[in-house]
């Protein structure tokens, strides 16, 4: 309407003959008059949204070039949530909810609150492929502030969902909640600093990772605090009370003459506890508290918090600022990678092998790395407290969260050096080959710490257990890169995207797999103890016949720690053992990974862009403008 305007208040001269054969002086006095319109039309007012939440609101000053101080944002978000690599030290907590010495027969297994962690990955690389295109049209400011609310807010459900004892809410909670708030969380700080940095991409991206990769390096010493801080110690009856059995639980009589269901700790119970002054004996089911509660309500309150923060504080910088840094990277002669031959479209990308034989291969390293993060804890006081008592003590098995922490930041940062200077498909071989070696390796330290008792192969466990993690987060932080190699850099942030699918079913796989296998080797553990067992030392222990065996499993009142005082002396414990099959399995896996990435080659060149194609997508974008 306005052109029509503009071309009726052209004066008639400009219609003239001579005009006419000069259209761009007809075309200037159009063009005036569409200024003149534009310049009276009055300015619409700016919404709430686009003033403080949308992606012109974070668009730094012209003036603005303190770059570096952008790195505190991408950072801080980044730290929060890397949170879940640490969840271990909370599920321990979880699974003796009630019984707190040991697990209660209501309370939930360590299989049930070790999975939320897998949930949360899951949703991480689910959000992030299906949220993309969303994140980059609101911008990261709203992005990282509803990651707070979700982020944070997961973690205070899964608090209400223990306080109810509710495992769908925890899993509502930290697994789907806080698991979104995580992808919403993920790519916008890395790309906002990337913007800030166009000729030191990799420091960045480099940056903002490994704030990622050190979320745990917080998470596990605030979780250690505040459950110290909150938790409330049981009740304890005494060492030799009169106790009866029912559906496999223990009951004693109350000085009021009632029934109250009680569980009984040993030594070996009491050594995994990070509290003093606890005695072996009886301890009244449900007359203490672990502190979980409170811990997460107070943990969801301080991510949120420093979450919100970092969106307030993100920045983009001015186009002024990009056009100067990009014009001076031309002038020194930097290469350019804004190819159009070369580059694998998105909606291509998932027809090619390589993406098929990269997405096995992160499948199957992630698969290992997040199976022994999820129960990395449970895994060390399990398996050498018993042989090492004075060693691996509750507050060790904590510190082995922080060894594989170290091992997963480290990763992300050295191995990525690496591949700079002696190519992405080598390291990945390195990655593939390697675990498999690592991971068989893992049963044989564990046999030799039960045969020698001694430090040293200890060492080398913690050690070697961490190379295999941060390996783990060494794809992580190479796969980007990889995939521009392979399929070029146009597309990289949509075809990681869909990469980041293989991650969610790792994040489900390596811990469930484990996990189970851990509960099929405990389980055939106890039963081949019971072949040892006098049956009249078993009914003095625990009141009932050989033949109820299968109660008490189930209630959680007979443990392979407890079997381990009636069984004879020559008998071995089999605790240590437990995860052999686990690794044994995840050493199949590496090696499907290594026979995977094996196949990798370079991308065929029917499958890159065609220049046909990206006119098109030009004169789409042109007619949509």
């Not at 995977?596 to 949509?624: M, R, T």
Request: aromatic letters at 10%; hydrophobic letters at 45%.
């Amino acid at each position: 309407m306005r052109l029509c305007q503009a071309v009726f208040r052209t004066p008639i001269s400009a219609l003239s003959v001579s005009r006419l054969s000069a259209p761009s002086t007809f075309l200037t006095d159009v063009r005036r008059n569409l200024s003149q319109d534009n310049r009276n039309a009055p300015v619409p007012k700016e919404s709430f949204f686009d003033k403080y939440l949308g992606p012109k609101s974070v668009v730094a000053g012209e003036n603005f070039n303190a770059r570096w101080l952008m790195a505190l944002p991408p950072c801080l978000a980044h730290l929060c949530i890397g949170a879940p690599y640490g969840w271990s030290a909370v599920a321990g907590h979880l699974s003796k909810e009630y019984g707190f010495v040991c697990s209660a027969a209501s309370d939930w297994t360590l299989s049930q609150v070790a999975l939320p962690m897998s949930v949360v990955f899951f949703l991480h690389g689910l959000s992030a492929a299906l949220l993309g295109k969303w994140q980059m049209r609101v911008g990261p400011r709203v992005a990282i502030g509803l990651s707070g609310l979700c982020f944070g807010g997961g973690f205070a459900l899964s608090g209400l969902g223990t306080y109810l004892h509710s495992l769908p809410l925890v899993y509502l909670g930290f697994g789907v909640l806080s698991g979104t708030g995580l992808g919403l969380a993920y790519t916008p700080p890395i790309q906002a600093l990337m913007n800030w940095f166009p000729d030191r991409k990799g420091v960045a991206s480099g940056l903002t990772i490994m704030g990622f990769g050190s979320g745990a390096m917080l998470f596990v010493p605030s979780v250690n605090f505040l459950i110290n801080k909150f938790a409330k110690l049981p009740t304890f009856l005494g060492t030799d009370i009169a106790v009866s059995l029912k559906d496999g639980k223990m009951f004693a009589s109350l000085t009021d003459g009632s029934l109250a269901e009680v569980v009984y700790a040993n030594a070996a119970d009491l050594a995994k506890l990070s509290h003093k002054g606890l005695s072996e004996g009886y301890y009244l089911v449900g007359s203490g508290s672990t502190g979980a509660t409170a811990t997460l309500l107070t943990i969801g309150a301080m991510y949120s918090s420093v979450l919100l923060a970092a969106a307030a504080m993100i920045r983009t910088p001015h186009p002024k600022y990009s056009q100067a840094l990009t014009q001076s990277l031309a002038s020194s002669g930097a290469p350019s990678t804004d190819n159009a031959m070369g580059n694998v479209h998105v909606d291509t990308v998932m027809r090619t092998p390589q993406f098929y034989g990269l997405a096995a291969t992160l499948l199957c390293i992630a698969s290992g790395g997040m199976g022994l993060l999820s129960v990395c804890k449970p895994l060390m006081a399990d398996t050498f407290g018993g042989l090492l008592p004075d060693i691996v003590t509750a507050s060790f098995a904590s510190t082995y969260i922080l060894i594989l922490s170290v091992g997963n930041l480290g990763g992300r940062i050295g191995w990525g050096v690496l591949s700079d200077y002696i190519g992405r498909r080598n390291v990945f071989h390195m990655f593939t080959f390697g675990s498999l070696a690592l991971y068989l390796s893992f049963p044989l330290l564990v046999s030799q710490i039960a045969v020698s008792k001694a430090v040293l192969p200890l060492a080398i466990f913690c050690g070697t257990t961490s190379l295999a993690v941060s390996f783990m987060g060494g794809c992580y932080a190479i796969l980007p890169a990889y995939e521009a190699d392979l399929f070029g850099p146009k597309y990289v942030g949509a075809n990681h995207g869909r990469m980041l699918l293989a991650s969610s079913c790792a994040a489900l796989l390596g811990p469930s797999m484990i996990l189970s296998l851990r509960n099929m080797g405990e389980r055939s553990a106890i039963l081949g103890l019971l072949q040892n067992v006098d049956p009249a030392s078993f009914k003095t222990k625990f009141g009932v016949d050989l033949a109820q065996a299968n109660e008490l499993i189930s209630a959680k009142t007979l443990t392979i720690n407890k079997l381990m005082e009636i069984v004879p002396s020559h008998i071995q414990d089999p605790t240590p053992f437990m995860y052999n099959t686990s690794f044994y399995s995840l050493a199949g896996l590496m090696g499907v990974s290594a026979l995977a990435h094996y196949f990798v080659s370079p991308v065929n060149e029917k499958y890159f862009e065609k220049l046909e194609e990206i006119q098109k997508e030009k004169d789409k974008l042109e007619k949509k403008e």
